[in-house]
């Protein structure tokens, strides 16, 4: 009889991604958190890969020292089986479908820095104009 693998619960593996979007934007290493926790960056890895749950007590240590409240790791969630929420434009809310490259990270950053709401949104317009070119090109292909 063979072992089924078991799949990570879906929680898990949100938060796990929540945890290495926080993560990288602060630019830690999985070794430096690890230090922190008193943890391998091994250790690390399974958290954020969802393989590993994150205690209570342990989940509360990794928001202190990634410097966000505890309920920044759920937000987004939407249970089992909903579709991921995306950028949500009434409360510009960031959820985990952002994929974490470093081009995303810089651009993150950067757009971080930019203080005048109204040149945010117009960025925000280009991008999404530039991504439905892409989609429509890919589309005619």
């Known amino acids: 009889m063979a072992v089924e ?55 509360q240590k990794i928001a202190e020292v990634l410097q966000v409240p505890v309920s920044f790791f759920f937000e987004g969630y939407q249970g089992e089986g909903a579709q991921p929420a995306g950028l949500r434009e009434a409360d510009a809310e960031f959820v985990n ?19 005048d709401p109204k040149i945010r949104r117009r960025i925000v317009e280009l991008v999404r104009s530039l991504a439905e070119t892409e989609a429509e090109t890919a589309e005619s292909k």
């Open 5 to 59: 693998s078991k799949k990570p619960n879906p929680v898990d593996v949100h938060v796990g991604a929540r945890v290495r979007f926080r993560r990288t934007m602060m630019g830690t290493s999985q070794e430096k958190l690890g230090e922190a926790l008193g943890v391998t960056f091994q250790q690390v890895q399974k958290y954020e890969k969802g393989t590993n749950r994150v205690g209570a007590s342990r989940l």
């Open 97 to 115: 479908d952002y994929p974490v490259s470093a081009e995303s990270i810089q651009l993150n950053r950067a757009f971080g820095r930019i203080q």
